[in-house]
């Protein structure tokens, strides 16, 4: 599941004035700032007094992107269905699984069977009880064969492991696994595990993308497309994770969920006070945002955005031409010009900083080094040069084509392949850079075997779980989709899985970084940057806060007006 | 029988006209719908991938399921048939991404576009003849120093111009809404910034011509009689200058329902466009002929409508 960038415009190519654009509109929103500050400066925001927060009001949101459906696997359906779903468990900021519908659980000697007590006297917002067998309906059908019902997100993670998910009693869900898996209640803490309703499931696809059904804090009264959803508050939530900030319903009377893709509108309506809060803060703005306004931001766990480098014919499967084409650009330089340090870099191809496994020490493997990258390619037998002063072997030039696609990729961050491209020509690599637009991209285009030697992904999770999706080898002839790199290692295979099934703490996260530094050492994805979630609020709106199951979804449950003076 | 003849022949071109219109929204379906499903890549796996938001092969049994449930495997002919046959009886299929027909996407999403493209497409009109009665003709600095800017104003980027209008009108002196959404005053500055290009547009094709007529033998006898200069500019000749406008407002209905598409991206506002952009990008077939297909319909609309004003304005041509 991946964070899909940037405006419909910049997926289409439509791109040409758009670097004129944006220097009018950074110099203009100095400018604004300059005028503004002096206006601001005198606002500071009071706490509400001492009868608790004040309730009332309608969030005005403005979001980015509009997705297709209000619940599926790509984060844009994350974000909403945070706000009209409950989960049957909720991960803390400490990656620590906490009570939600499931009001405590047990884990069987063998690892194997999970029993959950869920929470009484719960009920989807249409009325159904929300029982053991409600969430039993969800998860079997997340991992049927209803291409309707079936979850892209959760598949991946348990299809191998997960057998059957059963209500022993009202309130008692039984979950079997056939083999044991730890990250499981990870999985089930994320925002598109959220448990909908069965009775309101039966309506079919078309109806519940329009109007689904949880038992969250927030009713999906209205979308309008185009334009907004309308979210209005649930009067009867009883069914809080137990990490929020209160209990029962929410402060606010609803939020006005607004889909603004041009950033400079987004933080413009924030500036004249036409939202209350706005998603991913434009890097122009960054400072200014911070300068200003409380700024929320989560780096998502999982992988970073980061390179993968096909290592299933030449060049790249010599690991010292990988690890060659690693020294042989200033990465951390080309992301720290490009995003204006709205982006920190990331060096650790395996795992993204947020991680709990993450190993701060990769962060700086592979630092710019030309000397190496020029030994390690002599060494290879990439010894001779063409008139360009690119390396040939057998007469071959070593040249490396990156796919990348702006779904994948903020638009500050081509500059930073551009960097790349230059800095590596020294080494003797041809670099050329194969932009494509989204709806290519996602049918194939410059992915096939022999398209790519490098292509830009990402894949947001809480922590090393991800490493199933990323490293699980090809199996009875079934391709492992989502392995670009094509790098398959049986023996980081078994790491991977062994920690899987270790339940000691310390000893799951030590079997993870030894998987993580092989996969760091090997170079098959070296690290680029990491993807975030930013929010900036107005002084007028409290406790606001990021989910921390993965993505990093505003959480407004919690959220409340005061009055600024 | 002469009258009954000529009513007869009227009928008979009118027919042809719609005939032809309906050919044009054929075609645009047509080319549509076959370049969408004939552009390399699996429209499956498009499906699959869009769902889980990532990229890569998906199982052979998974694109199998997808490939039943909306029938691309069936042939292409056959596809093609079901889809024409669906259009004759108002159908236009299901979206591949929001599971809705296309209709009721299109018709929740067409009316602020129409309103937006017409919006703009008066008040470049009023622009463009307020500004060319006034000074066209006037060999002085005000008609260089317009026709300068008319040049700037058809060249420039709607795009960036939109941006411009928004930064300025609406963040620093917070005279209109950021967010105008639907209501009239979130109208004004999409509007401007697609009138004021085409207004460059018209303004330069309306003053040339009208330039021209000043001249003609009927201005001067209309001087002669006593006529001041704006009722001469006004009744006599801007009515032979506009022809060429009210030619170029077909074509301008086209352009400004493509800029609208831009438009509505910067100002966020509802309408075609963003349906457009986002089933384009996911390849949405259904939705992308849907909205062609009642663009280019808007489009013929839009074209007869010329073509009968051009009678009103100049009752001397006969529709021929």
Not at chain 1, 294 to 320: E, K, M, N, Q, S
């Amino acid at each position: 599941m991946s964070v899909i960038e940037r405006t419909s415009l910049w997926r289409l190519g439509i791109q040409p004035n758009t670097r004129r654009k944006q220097k009018a509109t950074a110099v203009l929103l100095a400018v604004s700032t300059l005028l503004q500050i002096s206006i601001m400066a005198c606002c500071s925001a009071q706490e509400a007094s001492a009868g608790g927060p004040k309730r009332g009001g309608i969030i005005r949101y403005g979001h980015f992107q509009e997705p297709p459906c209000l619940f599926g696997g790509w984060v844009q359906q994350w974000y909403l269905q945070r706000q009209y779903s409950d989960n049957l468990v909720a991960r803390r900021e400490d990656g620590k699984i906490v009570p939600w519908l499931a009001t405590s659980w047990t884990i069987s000697d063998d690892r194997k069977v999970y029993i959950f007590e869920i929470k009484p006297n719960v009920k989807f917002t249409d009325g159904t009880p929300l029982d053991a067998q409600a969430v039993a309906e969800n998860i079997n059908g997340w991992l049927g064969n209803d291409p309707d019902r079936r979850n892209p997100t959760a598949a991946p993670y348990l299809e191998d492991s997960f057998e059957s998910a059963t209500a022993i009693a009202p309130l008692t869900l039984q979950i079997t696994l056939k083999t044991p898996f730890q990250p499981l209640l990870n999985v089930l803490a994320q925002s598109s595990q959220g448990i909908l309703s069965p009775t309101a499931l039966k309506r079919g696809l078309a109806v519940n993308c329009n109007s689904p059904v949880g038992s969250g804090p927030f009713i999906v009264e209205k979308w309008n497309h185009g334009q907004n959803v309308v979210f209005r508050r649930n009067p009867d939530y009883n069914s809080a994770p137990s990490h929020a900030k209160h209990q029962g319903p929410a402060y606010v009377d609803g939020i006005n969920w607004r889909f603004l893709a041009d950033q400079t509108v987004r933080y413009g309506s924030l500036l004249t006070g036409e939202s209350d809060v706005v998603y991913d803060i434009p890097a122009v703005a960054w400072k200014d945002a911070n300068s200003r306004f409380a700024v929320l931001r989560h780096i998502t766990g999982g992988t970073p955005l980061r390179l993968a480098l096909y290592t299933a014919r030449p060049p790249f499967d010599d690991v010292r031409v990988r690890q060659a084409f690693a020294y042989a650009a200033d990465r951390r330089a080309a992301v720290e010009l490009s995003f204006l340090g709205a982006l920190p870099f990331e060096a650790n191809g395996a795992l993204s900083q947020s991680s709990p496994e993450y190993i701060s020490g990769l962060g700086r493997s592979y630092g710019y080094d030309v000397g190496k990258a020029n030994q390690l390619l002599d060494q290879a037998g990439w010894t001779e040069h063409n008139k360009d002063g690119i390396r040939l072997k057998n007469g071959k030039p070593l040249v490396v084509r990156i796919s990348y696609s702006s779904a994948f990729l903020k638009p500050d961050g081509e500059q930073a392949l551009q960097v790349i491209q230059q800095q590596a020509k020294a080494a003797g690599f041809e670099v050329r850079l194969q932009p494509t637009n989204q709806a290519d991209f996602f049918a194939g285009k410059n992915l096939g075997p022999d398209d790519y030697e490098v292509v830009l992904l990402y894949w947001v999770a809480p922590g090393a779980e991800i490493f199933r999706i990323s490293w699980k080898p090809d199996r009875n002839g079934q391709r492992n989709r989502y392995n670009p790199s094509r790098y398959q290692d049986e023996a980081l295979w078994n790491v991977v899985q062994t920690a899987e099934q270790e339940f000691n703490d310390g000893g799951r996260t030590a079997l993870y970084q030894q998987a993580e530094r092989n996969i760091v050492e090997k170079a098959a994805v070296l690290g680029f940057t990491v993807l975030d979630v930013t929010l900036a609020t107005s002084p007028r709106l409290k406790d606001v806060w990021l989910d921390r199951g993965s993505v990093g979804e505003p959480v407004f449950y919690d959220a409340h007006f005061v009055d600024v003076k | 029988m002469r009258v009954n003849s000529a009513a007869h022949v009227r009928i008979g071109r009118l027919a042809g006209r719609f005939v032809s219109a309906a050919t044009v929204v054929w075609l645009a379906a047509t080319f549509t719908f076959l370049v969408q499903c004939l552009m390399p890549g699996d429209r499956a796996q498009i499906i699959i991938n869009m769902a889980s938001g990532n990229v890569g092969e998906a199982s052979p049994a998974e694109l199998a399921a997808v490939n039943a449930k909306y029938g691309f495997d069936q042939p292409l002919v056959l596809q093609y048939g079901k889809y024409i046959w669906g259009i004759l009886h108002g159908d236009l299929g299901l979206s591949y991404q929001q599971h809705r027909p296309v209709l009721d996407i299109i018709a929740e999403q067409i009316g602020p576009t129409i309103i937006l493209a017409v919006a703009a497409l008066i008040a470049a009109w009023v622009i463009a003849v307020l500004t060319t009665v006034l000074v066209a003709g006037q060999d002085n600095m005000w008609s260089t120093l317009l026709s300068g800017i008319q040049v700037f104003l058809a060249t420039v980027p709607p795009y960036w111009l939109a941006t411009i209008l928004l930064v300025v009108f609406a963040v620093q002196l917070r005279i209109v809404p950021v967010i105008g959404g639907n209501s009239p005053i979130g109208l004004v500055l999409p509007t401007s910034a697609l009138a004021l290009e085409l207004s460059g547009f018209l303004g330069q094709i309306v003053r040339s011509e009208f330039t021209r007529v000043l001249e003609q033998p009927f201005v001067i006898s209309a001087r002669a009689r006593g006529m001041g200069e704006l009722g001469v500019r006004f009744r006599h000749v801007l009515r032979h200058a506009a022809l060429p406008g009210i030619t170029l407002s077909g074509w301008a209905i086209g352009k400004l329902l493509s800029g609208a598409i831009l438009i509505e991206a910067v100002f966020a506002r509802q309408g075609l466009g963003g349906v457009l952009v986002a089933a384009t990008s996911s390849r949405d077939v259904p939705v992308v002929s849907g909205a062609i297909l009642i663009s280019a319909g808007l489009f013929a609309v839009t074209n007869m409508l010329v073509d009968l004003t051009y009678r009103i304005v100049d009752p001397r041509i006969k529709m021929t």
